[in-house]
DNA sequence: TTTCAAATTGCAATCGATTGTTGAACTTTA
DNA sequence: TAAAGTTCAACAATCGATTGCAATTTGAAA
């Protein structure tokens, strides 16, 4: 490739015969400029095709308007929504972003962030990926005193700012709505217990169960079914049981619900009269199934709008100590035709 | 924010009295340090938590290992899958991507093509927004000597590195296959007709019909109504005409086509026996409508993968002129109900 | 005309890492 | 033992922009 040299504030300077000080300041828009040499330099820039090197000056100046992002994976609905969100505020003002998935591996994740704290990147915006264990990269973040934020998948027992969904309230609400329907055997697809989000979500379908008396039923409760097929494996081996569920919570994923759906439609199984089904997400598609699919909103570009405001916020307190804050947003049930029967027993 | 003062090579020397040259040669694994030393600049680079700038590396050896993108949306399927494919092959080079969205405005387009020079990212990959009438701002990519890579939608006139489908035999593919399930009155709804890909598939469209001497009808074809609402509206002036068509071709995306299959389910209009239907990109839902959608999957990751394995063979023909090079990739037909209907006329 | 302050501009250090050159210490060879 | 060759580390310049401080010019006031 040929590489041509860029043009420099030295090479202004030196067509102007006047130093690369009085052009950046012109560049900077300071008013330690004549009015009239300013209007030169940007003439000049401007005719020698100027670009700044935005590396050099933020070496310079120790920061880089630039938010490093770790996401499991940039190609899924919730969290490329949350990337749109976070992108939608930042380029207002003027920052970048620095994208990177973990594919769910906590390898990766770490190379990730290590890359991005060598980037010199002002703020690191993560939802950890499935299989992490330990937050000692996440530590290291934290130490380098670079801003920290943790979204919708977070490590607890790290002090930091968190944008996180309400996922206990939320999985309460959306068995309650399913008792009402008048389900009776509401089985669970539960995802990895390693991530709090599906703790959360597990916690609140117990709740439910118990404020509404209901026995707490071991074999309906299926452990890692958080894909499309696993979801299905689960509903095979839940509807071959003597005394099946009514309904199937896939707190999970939508994805997850799919699966459900299928193996119900195989096996002629009525939705929502049979069998109810509620999801998790609100994916764009779970509108359009048949029967369409309960779920669960988690306004995730708003999410993303959140972390970048609480970015900015934070940036503004300057001096004072980190408080760990922690923004928690309601999602919503959105009940559609899947849990959708008349509300009698 | 507390602002940490980071260690560099300079206090790692300090700490062992020696200069930061041999730091930085035991760091970058040189071997002009004595093996020794190195192993101590190691030990104790750990000890500090040493991270390197990247800022001044960067600046210092004139390249970022950093591949800019810029796409019109990032959370639509086909760029978010094109952006895993890149991620995937150029993380495996030490790469890191820098991710705009252009929001499909011209205006923001250039903005973050300036940012990302101003970056000096190695290369830019870009598919263009679609209100995008002239390139000055990537004729100038290539002047400032950075490496331009179109995908997809791309701008004819610029003589660069593209990677494209070939949407013209794929609209012919799915045409030919339209009128060989016997539909006799195909409509069009095509897209904005400045973006060369909606172009293409329009000559697709009209040379399916030549070939089989099938009359162009005016009225069938229906400009701009890519977007679901717009697909939907579209459908419904066709359906109203004297003599409405048989099969709806939406050449825009199965977004489009999802639209013409809600208006005929509205207006119980059976598919594909009374009306056949058609979309493009092989999104995730057109699988589980029902009836399930036929359309033309992309290739979209192995797209992405293709940009990048390009720019890094390029890479190696070092010294050589720049030669336009076009990579197109077939898409692929894919037949599901809503265009099924046994072969006869 | 002299004095002083304000407005401009220049000088030089700095951000942190890299790298060509130089020189010292050491090893090998004749 | 002396000459020649290696190895290793120090020195200093460099990448491009920014910025505190010093110096100069300008203009106004005395």
């Not at 996440?138 to 919708?152: A, C, R, T, W, Y």
């Not at 996180?164 to 959306?174: G, M, R």
């Not at 369409?292 to 708003?302: E, N, V």
Request: one cysteine or more; charged letters at 25%; a neutral charge.
């Amino acid at each position: 490739m040929k590489q041509k040299k860029r043009t420099t504030i030295y090479d202004i300077a030196e067509k102007l015969n006047i130093t690369a000080s009085s052009v950046s300041r012109a560049l900077n828009n300071s008013n330690h400029v004549n009015e009239a040499t300013k209007k030169l330099i940007l003439k000049t820039a401007a005719e020698l095709n100027y670009k700044r090197n935005t590396l050099a000056s933020n070496l310079r100046k120790g920061h880089t308007k630039t938010i490093g992002v770790v996401v499991p994976r940039i190609n899924q609905n919730f969290f490329s929504n949350v990337i749109a969100g976070i992108e939608d505020t930042t380029y207002q003002k003027g920052y970048n972003l620095i994208i990177c998935q973990s594919n769910e591996s906590h390898e990766k994740e770490i190379k990730c962030v290590n890359t991005l704290i060598n980037q010199h990147v002002d703020c690191i915006v993560i939802s950890v990926s499935v299989d992490s264990y330990e937050y000692s990269h996440l530590q290291n973040v934290i130490d380098q005193g670079i801003q920290l934020i943790q979204f919708d998948r977070v490590a607890d027992e790290l002090e930091t700012l968190k944008v996180i969904n309400d996922n206990e309230q939320a999985s309460f609400e959306a068995i309650c709505h399913l008792i009402e329907q008048g389900y009776k055997k509401i089985a669970l697809l539960e995802g990895p217990q390693n991530l709090n989000i599906f703790r959360q979500r597990k916690t609140g379908y117990l709740n439910a169960l118990r404020k509404y008396d209901m026995p707490v039923i071991d074999e309906f409760i299926i452990e890692n079914a958080w894909t499309k097929e696993l979801g299905a494996e689960a509903t095979r081996k839940l509807l071959r049981l003597p005394n099946p569920p009514d309904a199937i919570f896939a707190s999970t994923s939508d994805f997850s619900a799919l699966g459900v759906l299928e193996v119900a439609s195989d096996l002629s199984i009525k939705v929502p009269s049979e069998l109810g089904i509620c999801g998790y997400s609100n994916e764009p598609f779970t509108e359009i199934t048949s029967p369409s699919i309960t779920t669960i909103d988690q306004f995730s570009i708003y999410m993303g709008k959140t972390i970048a405001n609480l970015y900015f916020q934070e940036m503004e307190n300057n001096e004072t100590i980190v408080v760990p804050k922690i923004i928690s947003i309601k999602p919503k049930l959105i009940v559609r035709s899947s849990t959708s029967r008349s509300p009698k027993s």
